[in-house]
């Protein structure tokens, strides 16, 4: 089983707004027709920033793969920095695709 497609879809949240101002999901799709969702959190930027940054990490890292590989999906991402220290939105992401791919 591979992924082979995701999207990304951003919510707004009414007033009073608890947990938020947005929710930012992800769903993947394998090439068999399963389906996982995850869910990214907007810490430090906004919800446009966010899911820029989503459909960047799932384009380079998550389409083509294995869902069942977690853990060397997460390293890959995890890793991509020169330092492997990601900042707190870089884990937000992280923390959406490995929830879809546990979804899975």
């Given amino acids: 089983m591979i992924i082979k497609d995701f999207e990304t879809f951003v919510v707004g949240n009414p ?30 930027f906004g919800a446009k920033t966010v899911e820029a940054m989503l459909r960047d990490t799932a384009e380079r890292f998550v389409v083509g793969r294995d869902p069942f590989h977690i853990e060397a ?25 490995e929830m879809a791919c546990w979804d899975i």
Wanted: aromatic content about 16%.
């Fill in 15 to 44: 007033p009073p707004r608890f947990g938020g101002r947005y929710f930012i999901f992800v769903k993947l799709v394998t090439d068999c027709g399963v389906v996982g969702y995850g869910e990214a959190y907007c810490a430090t």
């Fill in 73 to 97: 999906l997460w390293r890959s991402i995890y890793g991509a920095g020169y330092n492997l220290r990601p900042d707190v939105s870089l884990m937000a992401v992280l923390s959406a695709l």
